[in-house]
């Protein structure tokens, strides 16, 4: 590597997403000046994407936010001034004190954003504190029911295994678009690397995605019927004799419930509800099957929607009958090599545990058997609307933009207004922010310690970021979280986070300091560990049927569920709005409502964008590039047109988590095309997750014309 006149290097993890890429950071007078990937790193071999070498711009940004802020005028008034941190640390936490004494802890929530360095420590605050009101806006739409159903069906999690001497020779893509939306488990990098050493892809997605586009077959579904789709291949896999018949009778429990339960679901049935031609259902269902070993990559298309734990259960079913559970260059079990992440679980009061917001219902999100259990998100925010079921008073946001990424943004809003205390903590002032009482200046991934394992959840491999610079008086997340916890005098705030990192490292024999000069430990696979000591479930098989699920009151066997707003659901409805809405669809330039104020990523991509297909462009006079207006039964928003073949005729579909940060305070323009102003957080809900509906809803779309529509305003 070479090094320019007075440059520093480190080696570090890149988070400027969920991360995993091994970096090298170029560092001048105190400043990251450059940063490239680590060929010595297994994930990535040297490759970096788009926005994470971004991050000497994202860093040293005018506009970051680089020291405390209080509110001076209203809310919103967009005046602050600057503080200690000395200051504000004390003022929040003697509010929190009033709150906690005066209300309960639970009147004090939590909030974050995706997969961040210090989303353990936030839950870990939160058990702490007392409060069983934390959130984050995926979890029920992101991520909980795929890990949850895998915990149910294989007793781990998996990941497709891109990393041995095998690769996969076919590739289902489902609901996923990993060349551009990558870091979810894998990296665009290396599910690019096993497409082109010749694995066949399938893509079962409304458009032609990026990933779609270097796939043998592309199955346009109708969003949010993805459990029928699944259902069908199943169906079709058990009467073609496809499935392998070793595997399932020695290492799988219920086949011949599945079986029967799955007889009336025929690609017929299936073609009628998906949109998706029965010839094409059956092709699929016989290429997964037959090719051998196949990795079936699941995303949110799955999970979106009100009946999320059965569509991830479907599809994880197709991976146990087909044997295909971790095989060399199939889908693998985690090797979970660091310690899971002290929280501080047992510090929550038994009696916080009911009066956490969603978990009487929703008992895979919230309740005790959930994976990390959490709050609700509509009835958390219907609590700070309505003090039902009882007021929740302060919120504290640790990155986190909610007006943009939580579902029906009008309603966020007025949520957020009635709080008596609003906290965020940001890298930059954000829509959310700037309707807070006060704004904390964030740390971002180069000025952050912290410990990785990756890929997430399974752990294979476990990496250290390093602290390599400071941009004024930011600071990492759990550090604010250690000085307010020490404040508040919280169980846990005597130890410090190399103390916490430690114990995590501590089953590898080795310490963070130590982990640092190593920068990554990645042991070799260990493959089919089931026949060492079974599957981590209660019958020790792979569970087709699911009795935990029965004994629960959920079907033990996926079943489709119609989707509650739909052309076959509201057909009056559907006169109005006749297309079927999907939101969300990543954009390789922007992680999330992030980066619109990177000057080279926003040129690569100026505007918000709908998609649709030339027959209704055509029958609504809308050309390339003009400005639309995109309706819902809950409001509307104009983004341009974007015209393609690559979408189901029927189907719309708009980016989410759009603000133009160069726009006035404090709305910053986040009514105007931001696609939660369309989406429903109305019931009716996953029954065991809560999972509102962002993909599958209805729409319609015209040409915005200049004396006509304008964008609605609070
Ligand atoms: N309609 C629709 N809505 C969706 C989705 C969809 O597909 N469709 N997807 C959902 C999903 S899957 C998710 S995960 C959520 C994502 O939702 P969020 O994670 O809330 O995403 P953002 O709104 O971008 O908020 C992240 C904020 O954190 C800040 N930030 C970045 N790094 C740090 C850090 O280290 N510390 C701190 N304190 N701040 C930091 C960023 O500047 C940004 O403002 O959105 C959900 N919302
Ligand atoms: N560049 C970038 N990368 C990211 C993110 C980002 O914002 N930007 N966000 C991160 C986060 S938090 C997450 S959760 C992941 C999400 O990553 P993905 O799971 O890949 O999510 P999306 O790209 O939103 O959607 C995947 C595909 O689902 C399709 N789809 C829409 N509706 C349906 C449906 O009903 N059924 C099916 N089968 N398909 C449907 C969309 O057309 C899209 O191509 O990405 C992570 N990585
Ligand atoms: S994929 Fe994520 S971790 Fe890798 S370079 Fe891009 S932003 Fe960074
Ligand atoms: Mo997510």
Redesign the pocket.
């Known amino acids: 590597m070479k090094l320019r006149d007075g440059e520093q290097v480190f080696r570090s993890v890149c988070?400027v997403c969920h991360g995993g890429c091994g970096v090298q950071v170029f560092v001048k007078d105190g400043k990251v000046v450059r940063v490239k990937g680590d060929p010595a790193s297994p994930m990535n071999k040297g490759w970096m994407c788009v926005k994470g070498v971004m991050t000497p711009e994202i860093a040293n940004h005018p506009d970051r936010l680089r020291t405390p802020l209080r509110r001076k005028g209203e809310r919103g008034s967009g005046q602050w001034e600057s503080i200690s941190w000395d200051e504000v640390l004390g003022e929040i936490t003697s509010q929190l004190e009033k709150f906690r004494k005066g209300f309960g802890p639970e009147s004090i929530a939590l909030?974050?954003?995706?997969?961040?360095?210090?989303y353990m420590h936030v839950v870990r605050f939160a058990n702490a504190l007392g409060t069983p009101n934390w959130y984050?806006?995926?979890?029920a739409?992101?991520?909980i029911p795929r890990i949850t159903v895998s915990n149910l069906t294989y007793g781990g999690f998996v990941v497709g295994d891109y990393y041995g001497e095998i690769s996969p020779k076919c590739i289902l893509f489902w609901g996923h678009n990993p060349l551009v939306s990558g870091p979810d488990g894998e990296l665009s990098i290396s599910v690019k690397r096993a497409l082109d050493r010749g694995a066949l892809g399938i893509a079962v997605d409304p458009r032609r995605s990026e990933t779609g586009k270097y796939c043998q077959q592309w199955l346009p579904v109708r969003p949010g019927t993805d459990a029928a789709l699944a259902l069908a291949m199943i169906h079709v896999i058990i009467r073609e004799n496809i499935f392998d018949a070793e595997f399932v009778a020695k290492w799988t429990t219920g086949f011949d419930e599945l079986k029967k339960h799955v007889e009336p679901f025929t690609p017929g049935w299936a073609e009628a509800i998906t949109w998706v031609p029965s010839s094409d259902i059956v092709k699929a269902a016989k290429t997964y099957a037959l090719n051998k070993p196949a990795v079936l990559e699941w995303g949110?298309g799955l999970?979106?929607n009100p009946n999320s734990l059965q569509t991830v259960r479907a599809a994880a079913i197709l991976r146990g009958l087909t044997g295909n559970v971790d095989i060399p260059g199939g889908d693998i079990l985690g090797m979970n090599i660091v310690r899971s992440y002290p929280t501080l679980k047992d510090k929550l009061p038994e009696g916080m545990l009911k009066k956490r917001l969603g978990a009487e219902h929703f008992k895979l999100l919230g309740g005790w058997r959930a994976f990390m259990p959490s709050a609700h998100i509509p009835t958390l925010f219907r609590a700070m609307r309505t003090g039902e079921p009882y007021r929740v008073r302060a919120l504290l946001?640790?990155?986190?933009?909610?007006?943009?990424?939580?579902?029906n943004s009008k309603e966020v809003y007025e949520s957020l207004q009635k709080l008596d205390l609003l906290v965020?903590?940001?890298?930059?002032m954000?829509p959310?922010?700037a309707i807070a009482d006060y704004v904390?200046p964030?740390?971002?991934?180069p000025e952050?310690e912290q410990v990785i394992g990756y890929p997430l959840v399974v752990e294979n491999m476990v990496m250290a970021q390093q602290k390599i610079t400071q941009v004024g008086e930011c600071r990492?997340?759990e550090w604010i979280i250690d000085e307010m916890s020490r404040r508040l005098g919280l169980p846990g705030s005597e130890e410090r986070l190399e103390d916490v990192m430690n114990y995590q490292l501590e089953p590898l024999g080795i310490t963070y300091q130590k982990l640092k000069e190593q920068v990554f430990i990645h042991p070799p696979h260990e493959y089919r560990k089931f026949e060492k000591n079974g599957f981590r479930t209660p019958s020790k098989k792979l569970e087709l049927y699911c009795r935990t699920l029965e004994r629960m009151g959920y079907d033990p066997l996926p079943t489709y569920k119609e989707p509650p707003e739909s052309p076959v659901q509201t057909p009056e409805l559907a006169r109005e709005f006749p297309y079927v809405l999907t939101?969300?669809?990543?954009r390789k330039e922007f992680?999330?409502?992030?980066h619109r104020q990177i000057p080279l990523l926003r040129k690569r991509r100026p505007y918000p964008q709908v998609e649709m297909h030339p027959e209704v462009a055509a029958l609504h006079g809308i050309k390339q590039g003009d400005w639309v207006i995109v309706s819902s039964p809950r409001g509307r928003i104009r983004m341009k047109a974007l015209i393609t073949e690559d979408i189901h005729p029927r189907v719309v579909n708009?980016e989410?988590?759009w603000w133009f940060p160069e726009k006035s305070a404090p709305d910053y323009g986040v009514w105007e095309s931001n696609?939660?102003m369309?989406?429903n957080n109305a019931p009716p809900y996953d029954t065991a997750f809560g999972s509102y509906q962002?993909?599958g809803l209805l729409c319609r779309v015209e040409k915005e014309v200049e004396t006509g529509l304008k964008p609605v305003s609070t």
């Open positions: 988070r909030g974050q954003g995706t997969g961040r360095h210090h984050e806006p995926g979890l739409q992101c991520f949110l999970e979106q946001i640790f990155g986190g933009n909610p007006l943009t990424t939580v579902a965020v903590t940001d890298l930059f954000t959310t922010a904390l964030a740390a971002l991934w952050v990492q997340d939101t969300g669809s990543r992680f999330q409502s992030e708009v989410h988590a696609a939660n369309l989406t962002l993909r």
